[in-house]
Nanobody
Framework: QVQLVESGGGLVQAGGSLRLSCAAS????????MGWYRQAPGKQRELVTT???????NYADSVKGRFTISRDNGKNTVYLQMNSLKAEDSAVYYC?????????????WGQGTQVTVST
């Protein structure tokens, strides 16, 4: 089992910045991907960004150039630096963790943290 603890959400004005963190604990396999998804009211959960244990990243087009994902493998922690925030970035942000063993993926979600961008 893997537990995910998120922190760093809050209220910020448009154009501002926030940093989210997500720490994973438990039995963690070396091959894994950590990431962030978000869900706004009335909308489906969508991918924001992911980063593999090898450091490869993937971003949604809507956040490219504004958000940066990074990770500290020693701490099993992923960070999301969000700059130039827009009202449309307001959502509950969920940390996601997937690790693989013998070709099988195991998927986990954090509890979510609210990000609200005011105009």
């Amino acid at each position: 089992q893997v537990q995910l603890v998120e922190s760093g959400g809050g209220l910020v004005q448009a154009g501002g910045s926030l940093r989210l963190s997500c720490a994973a604990s438990g039995t963690i396999f070396n091959s894994n991907t950590m990431g962030w998804y978000r869900q706004a009211p009335g909308k489906q959960r969508e991918l924001v960004t992911t980063i593999t244990s090898g450091g490869s990243t993937n971003y949604a087009d809507s956040v490219k150039g504004r958000f940066t994902i990074s990770r500290d493998n020693g701490k099993n922690t992923v960070y999301l630096q969000m700059n130039s925030l827009k009202a449309e970035d307001s959502a509950v942000y969920y940390c996601n963790f997937i690790h693989y063993r013998y070709g099988v993926g195991y998927n986990y979600w954090g509890q979510g943290t609210q990000v609200t961008v005011s105009t």
